[in-house]
């Protein structure tokens, strides 16, 4: 066949399928990881309400140990914000513990609420090369919880009754009891 001649045969490329680009919202959620707005709560309604009886009971009595502790929370709760923003800044809280725990605490919040609810907590697409953003993030929430946990240990050898003040209002009775005895 010469190069002026026209080709009577039609060739036929082979076609390569391109698989489509996945879109971070619209992959599924992953099962293992709660939504934003339940960590959000949970850190600002029980875990805080925790942390304020705890630190106000510690206060009276500060030893090495509750110091440490509220320390070492004052840091889980810094990581947990690192791990929500996308940039660093030099936010430094007070150097008192108890007022640092109670920043921390505020900027833990407002770091997870600027972290994006459609995207939390969906695996990153494929051609991004990327880990979720999800993961380490609720690892740093639970290690916050951990902390609080080990806070409570310590405040229970200083006040024994803090677990009374702990779990006052968690049940609201609709009708209060009557004063007389039922028998």
């Given at each position: 066949?010469?190069?002026?001649?026209?080709?009577?045969?039609?060739?036929?490329?082979?076609?390569?399928?391109?698989?489509?680009?996945?879109?971070?919202?619209?992959?599924?959620?992953?099962?293992?990881?709660?939504?934003?707005?339940?960590?959000?709560?949970?850190?600002?309604?029980?875990?805080?309400?925790?942390?304020?009886?705890?630190?106000?009971?510690?206060?009276?009595?500060?030893?090495?140990?509750?110091?440490?502790?509220?320390?070492?929370?004052?840091?889980?709760?810094?990581?947990?914000?690192?791990?929500?923003?996308?940039?660093r800044s030099n936010g430094h809280g007070?150097?008192?513990?108890?007022?640092?725990?109670?920043?921390?605490?505020?900027?833990?919040?407002?770091?997870?609420?600027?972290?994006?609810?459609?995207?939390?907590?969906?695996?990153?697409?494929?051609?991004?090369?990327?880990?979720?953003?999800?993961?380490?993030?609720?690892?740093?929430?639970?290690?916050?919880?951990?902390?609080?946990?080990?806070?409570?240990?310590?405040?229970?050898?200083?006040?024994?009754?803090?677990?009374?003040?702990?779990?006052?209002?968690?049940?609201?009775?609709?009708?209060?009891?009557?004063?007389?005895?039922?028998?």
């Open positions: 066949m010469l190069a002026t001649e026209q080709s009577t045969e039609t060739e036929t490329k082979p076609v390569a399928t391109v698989a489509p680009l996945e879109v971070h919202a619209t992959n599924a959620p992953m099962r293992h990881i709660p939504a934003l707005s339940w960590m959000c709560d949970k850190l600002d309604g029980d875990l805080r309400r925790r942390i304020e009886k705890l630190c106000a009971s510690l206060e009276s009595h500060m030893t090495a140990g509750g110091e440490n502790e509220v320390r070492m929370l004052c840091r889980a709760l810094d990581r947990l914000a690192d791990a929500a923003k996308h940039v007070p150097s008192e513990a108890s007022q640092k725990v109670r920043w921390s605490i505020n900027h833990a919040l407002s770091c997870l609420r600027l972290v994006d609810a459609a995207t939390f907590g969906r695996r990153e697409p494929f051609h991004h090369f990327e880990k979720s953003k999800a993961e380490p993030l609720y690892a740093a929430f639970l290690v916050v919880v951990e902390h609080v946990h080990r806070l409570t240990e310590v405040v229970r050898t200083i006040d024994p009754s803090i677990d009374e003040r702990l779990n006052e209002g968690l049940v609201q009775l609709q009708e209060p009891l009557r004063e007389q005895p039922i028998a």
